[in-house]
């Protein structure tokens, strides 16, 4: 769009405004009667193109004022002039070439020529050339981190833990050994990280552009798998240089920074020291960097007498540690190792043989020692947490300087370990009756736990905030922590969700069934006959009365009318994630579920059907005060309303009168509580479960 001006003054309206203009005198004739002087375009008084501008404000604020329904027309041609201007400008540059820039900046009031255009055009032109180069040299405008770290690597500091109070309440140090020489360990063992992480590792420079070239066109595609296409060098990279460059930024910028340092530590190291700082410093997951401190947490001994199985089952940890690792999943630990082996068997660095029979060496794990970390108040809680954050953040958890805000209530941590310990203590002097097994006094000094455990969890039903977690009795002797990693039948306590299924299929609290012998054929022929915890029949009682008084023949009866497949569906829902097999026995609790599930699975009856999942941390920041990540209270509808309320009012029938009366006593009157016990045979576990 071109516009000319008139001898005489006008208005200029490209686009609705009405601007006044200065009139243009005309122009006058050359005195000795030859061509006109040409006309200056540039300089028609002083500041064009600021007065235009201003103007043009000015115009657009009185519009607003005086006529605010043109407004939106004015806009819209003003930004239909300036995109006509732009497209004519690239529209010559991409098919007119230079000549055909010339004559776009020409139409567009902005000739080449003027000194002031050539000036910044020429500028930019020039910056454009010399920022790649720059920024490659430096990379970026923070300058290139220092790689003479790479020789005095070491984890960054503790992060520091703190309680719902804002107490400190321990510090996650990273667990770190001496560094070991590569020379001092097995050939297979160096061997065995190259196979599986950067099988090139000695042939290229830091990076290997055809695998990094087809990684990125295949992560490039939508729907496609993202894969990493890092080598070790790149690797020692990231660990080097964690805040410079983080794992979980995925960016065109960090890779191409990461790339850079690589190829400035391959320049400046030899691959066996790359390697040796590599093994040394991959994080293995439970907290432990270094190839050292992983062969003594894992299994007990010195990284130089490691065996090929083992060695390649640490090769497998540093591409996912939590995923992968042994205390938490062995059949997927030992698939990755075998994978590890066959890699290293078609790289030609051990024999099939030596493949085969190390796939076939059973995984014997060292025993998890407490004194391998720092001592803190609660470890259970702690090492839970940390557990749990790893699978978050991964190393970055030890980066240094995080501050993890937990949900831990000292006070309400402290009741429970002491009315766990007492409770325990009771059974064992016979309050309860006849104790006959080995008491804790008789293994003190000795690696064994066969003696008596409890375990306990106080959590918010509204938030899923863990105000305690109670995982044994004694850390120290014991890190196993068996409310969220121990597997334990529930026996009657898992009879709330048979019945709420059996509610959701009309069976009403008043109904009457008869409870009597009741015997069911298993798979396999062998008859199953179901009796009740006093072995005494009642004959006809109401639903009610038969959760109250936990009677085992009716939960059956129950189970078997709603539909087994019902019954596990509404356990699931709820929270139970294990296996629940569809056999009448499930009725009254013979499956085997985690502790903290049979918790959150009994949240819905609190809620009237909501799911909360537990929160053991509610925010981590990092030194300078900034969230980097965070924990939302997490609730979704599993169950009926109406369903979780009959259920509800039927388990206080519990505490008030039933199995549970004993926690009646301990809350006194007046307080509204439900819940339920359990037991399994001989006495093996017992339970409560309330709210």
Same mark, same amino acid.
């Given at each position: 769009?071109?516009?000319?001006?008139?001898?005489?003054?006008?208005?200029?309206?490209?686009?609705?405004?009405?601007?006044?203009?200065?009139?243009?005198?005309?122009?006058?004739?050359?005195?000795?009667?030859?061509?006109? @002087?040409?006309?200056?375009?540039?300089?028609?008084?002083?500041?064009?193109?600021?007065?235009?501008?201003?103007?043009?404000?000015?115009?657009?604020?009185?519009?607003?004022?005086?006529?605010?329904?043109?407004?939106?027309?004015?806009?819209?041609?003003?930004?239909?002039?300036?995109?006509?201007?732009?497209?004519?400008?690239?529209?010559?540059?991409?098919?007119?070439?230079?000549?055909?820039?010339?004559?776009?900046?020409?139409?567009?009031?902005?000739?080449?020529?003027?000194?002031?255009?050539?000036?910044?055009?020429?500028?930019?032109?020039?910056?454009?050339?010399?920022?790649?180069?720059?920024?490659?040299?430096?990379?970026?405008?923070?300058?290139?981190?220092?790689?003479?770290?790479?020789?005095?690597?070491?984890?960054?500091?503790?992060?520091?833990?703190?309680?719902?109070?804002?107490?400190?309440?321990?510090?996650?140090?990273?667990?770190?050994?001496?560094?070991?020489?590569?020379?001092?360990?097995?050939?297979?063992?160096?061997?065995?990280?190259?196979?599986?992480?950067?099988?090139?590792?000695? @042939?290229?420079?830091?990076?290997?552009?055809?695998?990094?070239?087809?990684?990125?066109?295949?992560?490039?595609?939508?729907?496609? =798998?993202?894969?990493?296409?890092?080598?070790?060098?790149?690797?020692?990279?990231?660990?080097?240089?964690?805040?410079?460059?983080?794992?979980?930024?995925?960016?065109?910028?960090?890779?191409?920074?990461?790339?850079?340092?690589?190829?400035?530590?391959?320049?400046?190291?030899?691959?066996?020291?790359?390697?040796?700082?590599?093994?040394?410093?991959?994080?293995?997951?439970?907290?432990?960097?270094?190839? @050292?401190?992983?062969?003594?947490?894992?299994?007990?001994?010195?990284?130089?007498?490691?065996?090929?199985?083992?060695?390649?089952?640490?090769?497998?940890?540093?591409?996912?540690?939590?995923?992968?690792?042994?205390?938490?999943?062995?059949? =997927?630990?030992?698939?990755?190792?075998?994978?590890?082996?066959?890699?290293?068997?078609?790289?030609?660095?051990?024999?099939? +043989?030596?493949?085969?029979?190390?796939?076939?060496?059973?995984?014997?794990?060292? =025993?998890?020692?407490?004194?391998?970390?720092?001592?803190?108040?609660?470890?259970?809680?702690?090492?839970?947490?940390?557990?749990?954050?790893?699978?978050?953040?991964?190393?970055?958890?030890?980066?240094?300087?995080?501050?993890?805000?937990?949900?831990?209530?000292?006070?309400?941590?402290?009741?429970?370990?002491?009315?766990?310990?007492?409770?325990?203590?009771?059974?064992?002097?016979?309050?309860?009756?006849?104790?006959?097994?080995?008491?804790?006094?008789?293994?003190?000094?000795?690696?064994?736990?066969?003696?008596?455990?409890?375990?306990?969890?106080?959590?918010?039903?509204?938030?899923?905030?863990?105000?305690?977690?109670?995982?044994?009795?004694?850390?120290? @002797?014991?890190?196993?922590?068996?409310?969220?990693? +121990?597997?334990?039948?529930?026996?009657?306590?898992?009879?709330?969700?048979?019945?709420?299924?059996?509610?959701?299929?009309?069976?009403?609290?008043?109904?009457?069934?008869?409870?009597?012998?009741?015997?069911?054929?298993?798979?396999?022929?062998?008859?199953?006959?179901?009796?009740?915890?006093?072995?005494?029949?009642?004959?006809?009682?109401?639903?009610?009365?038969?959760?109250?008084?936990?009677?085992?023949?009716?939960?059956?009866?129950?189970?078997?009318?709603?539909?087994?497949?019902?019954?596990?569906?509404?356990?699931?829902?709820?929270?139970?994630?294990?296996?629940?097999?569809?056999?009448?026995?499930?009725?009254?609790?013979?499956?085997?579920?985690?502790?903290?599930?049979?918790?959150?699975?009994?949240?819905?009856?609190?809620?009237?059907?909501?799911?909360?999942?537990?929160?053991?941390?509610?925010?981590?920041?990092?030194?300078?005060?900034?969230?980097?990540?965070?924990? =939302?209270?997490?609730?979704?509808?599993?169950?009926?309303?109406?369903?979780?309320?009959?259920?509800?009012?039927?388990?206080?029938?519990?505490?008030?009168?039933?199995?549970?009366?004993?926690?009646? +006593?301990?809350?006194?009157?007046?307080?509204?509580?439900?819940?339920?016990?359990?037991?399994?045979?001989?006495?093996?576990?017992?339970?409560?479960?309330?709210?």
């Amino acid at each position: 769009m071109v516009y000319s001006l008139t001898e005489q003054a006008r208005d200029f309206t490209p686009h609705g405004l009405s601007i006044p203009r200065i009139p243009i005198p005309k122009r006058m004739p050359d005195p000795a009667g030859g061509v006109p @002087e040409p006309e200056n375009v540039y300089h028609k008084g002083y500041f064009p193109r600021i007065r235009e501008t201003l103007a043009r404000t000015v115009a657009g604020v009185r519009l607003l004022a005086t006529n605010p329904a043109r407004v939106p027309s004015a806009a819209a041609a003003w930004l239909g002039e300036q995109l006509e201007k732009d497209a004519l400008f690239f529209q010559a540059g991409l098919f007119g070439g230079w000549a055909a820039v010339r004559a776009g900046f020409r139409a567009t009031g902005r000739g080449l020529r003027h000194p002031v255009h050539r000036r910044w055009i020429l500028g930019l032109i020039a910056l454009i050339a010399f920022l790649p180069g720059f920024t490659w040299q430096r990379c970026g405008f923070r300058g290139c981190p220092d790689v003479g770290k790479l020789a005095a690597l070491q984890p960054g500091g503790a992060a520091r833990v703190y309680d719902a109070r804002g107490q400190l309440l321990a510090e996650l140090a990273p667990t770190r050994w001496a560094v070991v020489a590569l020379d001092d360990l097995p050939d297979y063992v160096a061997e065995a990280f190259v196979a599986v992480e950067d099988k090139n590792f000695y @042939e290229h420079s830091g990076v290997h552009w055809p695998r990094f070239v087809a990684q990125t066109v295949k992560n490039l595609v939508p729907g496609g =798998r993202s894969q990493g296409a890092s080598t070790i060098s790149m690797q020692v990279a990231r660990n080097v240089f964690p805040d410079r460059l983080p794992a979980a930024d995925r960016s065109v910028k960090r890779k191409v920074l990461e790339i850079r340092v690589a190829r400035e530590i391959e320049q400046r190291y030899t691959k066996a020291q790359i390697l040796q700082t590599y093994i040394n410093n991959i994080y293995f997951g439970e907290g432990v960097y270094g190839i @050292e401190s992983a062969a003594r947490v894992y299994f007990g001994k010195h990284a130089s007498q490691l065996k090929l199985s083992e060695a390649a089952l640490l090769a497998g940890l540093p591409k996912a540690p939590t995923h992968y690792s042994p205390r938490r999943n062995m059949a =997927r630990s030992v698939q990755r190792r075998n994978l590890v082996l066959s890699l290293m068997a078609a790289q030609g660095r051990i024999t099939a +043989g030596q493949a085969r029979s190390s796939k076939d060496a059973e995984v014997r794990l060292a =025993r998890l020692r407490p004194e391998s970390r720092p001592r803190t108040r609660f470890p259970y809680f702690v090492e839970h947490a940390r557990r749990m954050l790893e699978a978050e953040l991964g190393p970055a958890l030890y980066a240094g300087g995080l501050r993890i805000h937990t949900t831990l209530d000292p006070r309400v941590q402290r009741a429970a370990e002491q009315n766990v310990e007492a409770q325990v203590r009771a059974i064992e002097n016979g309050r309860f009756g006849r104790f006959t097994g080995p008491r804790r006094a008789a293994y003190r000094d000795s690696s064994e736990t066969p003696y008596l455990q409890g375990a306990a969890m106080v959590m918010s039903a509204r938030t899923g905030d863990v105000l305690a977690l109670v995982g044994g009795r004694s850390y120290d @002797e014991s890190a196993f922590d068996r409310m969220t990693q +121990g597997l334990r039948q529930p026996g009657s306590a898992f009879k709330p969700f048979v019945y709420a299924a059996a509610v959701a299929e009309g069976v009403t609290p008043t109904d009457r069934v008869v409870d009597d012998t009741v015997r069911r054929e298993l798979p396999g022929g062998e008859v199953w006959t179901p009796r009740n915890f006093d072995g005494r029949y009642r004959g006809a009682v109401t639903v009610r009365t038969s959760l109250r008084q936990s009677i085992n023949t009716i939960a059956v009866k129950l189970a078997e009318q709603a539909g087994l497949d019902d019954v596990e569906q509404v356990a699931r829902r709820a929270g139970i994630t294990r296996d629940i097999p569809p056999l009448p026995s499930v009725a009254i609790g013979a499956t085997a579920v985690r502790p903290m599930e049979l918790v959150r699975a009994y949240t819905p009856f609190a809620t009237l059907g909501y799911r909360v999942e537990p929160r053991f941390v509610t925010r981590v920041e990092d030194r300078d005060g900034k969230v980097v990540w965070r924990a =939302r209270v997490k609730r979704r509808r599993v169950m009926d309303r109406g369903v979780a309320f009959v259920v509800t009012t039927m388990l206080r029938g519990a505490i008030d009168r039933g199995t549970g009366t004993a926690a009646r +006593g301990a809350l006194g009157d007046g307080v509204p509580a439900a819940g339920k016990t359990g037991t399994t045979n001989d006495a093996t576990d017992a339970w409560f479960v309330g709210f």
